[in-house]
């Protein structure tokens, strides 16, 4: 692969899925983790344009999030569905892992400046979409499911369309979940650490939590029924 004036070596496949590839690769500036955007066809319908959309609009949401720590702010594009970005020492995030003290503090404050940004993470119900570096410090850094909505003055497109007070209760949604899963992580990893009413608020899922959990219940059992998962 050419990318940044070198050749990289392509070490390992990490993921294959539907939407994007994602891989480690070495080469002159060490090493990267490189994501493709889809490009192959569905029973004969292209969908290497859906391939470009994700990867052009996880780009940008990288650029909104420059500058933030916990977030990397260094990536280079290849052609028009491909990035990379440096790799970052550590391991995903385990269910009831025992991080250190600072850990879900500091993971709340990277959170809370996302939703600063008016973005919203999606996918934090998983605690392995949290990496945890070498020096125990947590970090977030795949944004394909990320969701933002501008202010009205940044409006383009077909987002002029949709009634703003829509995009921000639905923004607004997404970021409580967003900190919801935080705290059950949380209270899983660290109950020790974790305020009583924190504690008490994982009780308490939201409307769009409770949706969303019928929604995956109702895919997996569809997924068993086609023989396409193992359980």
């Known amino acids: 692969m050419l990318a940044d004036g070198g050749t990289y070596t392509r070490e390992e496949t990490l993921q294959h899925r539907f939407f994007a590839a994602t891989g480690i690769y070495d080469g002159p500036r060490g090493r990267m983790l490189v994501k493709f955007g889809r490009r ?15 990867t052009r609009r996880e780009v940008e949401m990288y650029d909104r999030c420059a500058g933030i720590v916990g977030i990397p702010d260094r990536y280079e594009r290849i052609g ?29 404050r990277l959170v809370r400046e996302l939703h600063e940004r008016r973005i919203a993470f999606v996918d934090l119900q998983k605690c392995e979409n949290v990496l945890v570096d070498d020096g125990g410090r947590p970090w977030l850094f795949d944004f394909q499911t990320a969701w933002r909505w501008p202010e009205r003055s940044e409006r383009r497109g077909l987002q002029r369309v949709v009634p703003q007070w829509l995009g921000e209760s639905l923004l607004r949604r997404l970021q409580r979940a967003d900190r919801f899963h935080v705290l059950k992580h949380w209270r899983r990893s660290r109950p020790d650490t974790i305020s009583d009413e924190e504690f008490a608020s994982t009780r308490r899922p939201g409307r769009l939590i409770r949706l969303h959990r019928v929604f995956l219940d109702r895919w997996r059992a569809l997924r068993r029924k086609l023989g396409l998962r193992r359980d």
């Open 40 to 54: 192959s066809s569905l029973v004969g319908l292209p969908l290497g344009w859906l391939g470009r959309f994700l």
């Open 80 to 108: 028009r569905d491909g990035f990379a970005r440096p790799l970052v020492a550590g391991h995903p995030l385990q269910r009831g892992e025992r991080v250190d003290d600072e850990f879900f503090p500091d993971l709340q």
